[in-house]
């Protein structure tokens, strides 16, 4: 995996189903992964949360509480302290058994495709009551149609989507990669096995991509200096999207703002081909 960190949205489910235990709605929440965070807040209740990850700068309002360390490494005592009801966390297997060591309801978070965000809003909308869910997914899907059909007006191009400068990228199993695919684009990662694979420079040359999207800081000019890449079609005509750092977390997030994605993602698609240099 590159070192950008893919945070997945809020997926919750009662403990009940799975330990036979049952627990009341959650009304002290951690989470401790911006999509869990922006999820519980599309639903309403970001009056629950009691503390999030160093990473949780969306919405707005979660910037006045309290910081709990990073999602693979936070600070245990701090969360005990601030007495949660509940703490959502990714795939992070060592931080899950601590604090589930220390008596803690700890539900592991991880949606990773489009079909799963939907999923989890769901159920996270049925532990918290805020029956919020099936207006969010509505709202989101007819926005997703809305961009499908505005991208089926562009001719498809080859795309290379870059998550940081060691070339990781995004295939078509990935919910960026499932995004690309809705827009018509044609993933030049197609071929991978994995969702998130390590392409080498000479295989980006080989496919000819019309158009790169750079998911991280300072990726727009080193591409520049990268042997041969020169002939490739989207440096030839111009056509290097880089996002902005906002752009970044929203498109790197598989949660409730997927429609966000997908439009930064077509407004890259529509960028204009300059004529070539001689």
């Known amino acids: ?14 403990l009940s189903a799975l330990y ?12 401790l992964l911006p999509s869990a ?6 639903l309403g209740a970001c009056d629950r949360l009691v503390g999030v990850d160093d990473f949780s700068l969306d919405p707005p309002e979660v910037a006045k509480l309290p910081r709990l360390g990073k999602t693979w490494q936070p600070r245990l005592e701090e969360i005990v302290q601030l007495q949660p009801d509940l703490v ?10 601590k604090l589930q060591a220390l008596g803690l309801n700890v539900q592991e978070v ?9 999923s989890v809003l769901q159920r ?20 997703l149609d809305a961009l499908r059909e505005q991208a089926a007006k562009i001719p498809a191009q080859r795309v290379y989507i870059e998550l940081d400068a060691a070339l990781y990228s995004a295939a078509p199993s990935s919910f960026i990669g499932e995004l690309l695919a ?8 197609a071929a991978s096995t994995t969702a998130y694979p390590k392409l080498s420079p000479e295989y980006v040359v080989q496919h000819a991509p019309e158009l790169i999207i ?30 902005t750092a906002e752009e970044r977390r929203i498109a790197t997030r598989p949660g409730p703002r997927l429609a966000e994605a997908a439009e930064i993602f077509l407004r890259c698609l529509r960028m204009p081909y300059r004529e070539r240099t001689p």
């Open 1 to 14: 995996m590159p070192k950008l960190r893919i945070y997945s949205a809020a997926c919750l489910v009662t």
């Open 182 to 189: 809705l827009l018509g684009a044609q993933n030049i990662a």
């Open 110 to 118: 991880d949606a990773l495709s489009i079909e799963e965000v939907r």
């Open 20 to 31: 036979g235990q049952a627990w009341a709605q959650a009304q002290r929440v951690i989470s």
């Open 88 to 97: 959502l966390v990714g795939r992070a297997p060592q931080v899950i058994q």
């Open 214 to 243: 750079q998911t991280y800081s300072q990726g727009a000019h080193a591409v520049h200096t990268r042997p041969g890449w020169h002939r490739i079609p989207a440096l030839e005509h111009g056509r290097i999207c880089p996002l």
């Open 124 to 143: 996270l909308d049925g532990l918290l009551d805020t029956q919020a869910a099936p207006a969010v997914i509505a709202a989101m899907d007819q926005k």
């Open 37 to 42: 965070t922006e999820a519980v807040c599309v």
